[in-house]
């Protein structure tokens, strides 16, 4: 064995010697608890009854038991001191002064009614300001003009929240049937909603979508538009022949149906028999059509003997009757139902323009001449004759649906508004008011459904189109503006509630207005 391996063995050998006798580190062990117990730890009884942490626990919760007495104890001490006051310092007050306290701020109180407190807090007429303040341990100015805090209190209610609805009067309407006025509320169609009047010389109107969005294939001149009487229903006809039914709802305006009549330009279309009938028609043709929606059936119909063509007309209110004016003068009246002649009248001019009155009882007819012809239509006979102020040639009429006012338009752009009762009298009446915002012919004249807006258009010229605010003969000022492009207005059609306006034009288009003074249709 060499040297080297010898040293190597003899330190592997000191090495394992050194090992041996080391003893080995133990690492001190983590005391968990530093007491000592003598007894085995014993598990407790979750559900074991303890009647002290239960009356300690209800003494947190609902105090001592002996507390109530000494509370009732303090009340009556409170109530003895509050009898102490001298409340009676500062309300020797009279009978009249408290009655008129009671009174203050009722303003819908009547001469012949007074208000009943529903209920009465006899210690009210007890507390004056200052007692009130010296009960509450509170500071108020001094320079309040109440002596009692009832009224007070009842002031700062009224400044602050007001009179509440449910303690108003309401009016009674005297001299009403109260069982025509339930019949009217329980029954459709019958009464009109309360408004309030419309505000002059600024309509709140916004643009919507055209009526015929969808198809603009009712022709260049759109000859008729007109809203149905109960469904949110519109009409469009124009000089293609074709007649289109749309939902309006301003936003989609969803057609419905659309009738084409070839070779037949459309000069008027209007709805029949409470909306469940369309006649139709032409001012180039001696027939017309009637377009039944219910059965959706077209039928042809031949004017009488003598009658040319049917360019325009007019329907009764009832219904019962269509009038329509002839080339020379000749005024023809229709059955609704039949479509057969019952009368025919006769002017000394050419007929250009009719209406009817509300009770569909006269009929107004105006032409190439200043005067009006005033007719009974059960006896067909001229009753009366008025001249027309101004007018050399009248172009259109219209009667407004109350019967208040009669309105003319004539070739020269002049609107005349007149009282009825005063046309219907009077051989030269004066007019109301004269409108004179457009410069070329009247074509077209329209009262809403409520008698408040007379809306006058032209077909001569571009955006000729004017709304009047009736009760003030005031002309709004802020439609149409710069930025309206309508065109040339053709006809003119408020919905039933007087919430849409329908304007058709020379260019192909049935425009739509929302007038948000109203309902909704």
Known sequence: MSETTAKKHGTVARKSTVHKKLPKKRMPTKTLYNQKFTEPLKKKRKNKYNPEEEARLERIVFGDPSDIINNLLNDETEADLDESIDVNDDITLDSDVIEDSDEEGDDNV????????????????????????????????????????????????KQYVGTPKWAKFKKIEEDTDELDKDLLKHSSHLEKPKLKNLPKSIIDIKALNPINKQTHVEGPVISSVEFHPSSTVALVAGTSGTLSLFQVDGIENTKLHSMQYKKFPISAAKFLRDGTEVLIGSQYYPYCHSYNLISGKTNKILLPHGVTNIPDYEVSPDGKLIAFSGRTGEIYLLSSSSKELVGTLKMNARCRALCFTPDSKTLVTHGDSSEMYIWDVNSRS???RAIDDGCLSCESIAMAPSGQFLATGSKEGVVNLYDTKTVLEKQNPVPLKIFLNLVTSITSLKFNSYSEILAMASDKKHNAFKMAHLPSFTVFSNFPTFQTNMSMPEAISFSPGSGYLGISNRSGSAFLYRLKHYGNY
């Open 110 to 157: 009547d001469t012949n009614r007074r208000r009943r407190q529903a209920w009465v807090d006899e210690d009210d007429d007890k507390y004056s300001m200052r007692a009130a303040t010296i009960a509450q341990d509170r500071y108020l100015p001094s320079d309040i003009p109440q002596k009692l805090y009832k009224d007070y209190l009842r002031t700062q209610h």
């Open 382 to 384: 001229c009753v009366h």
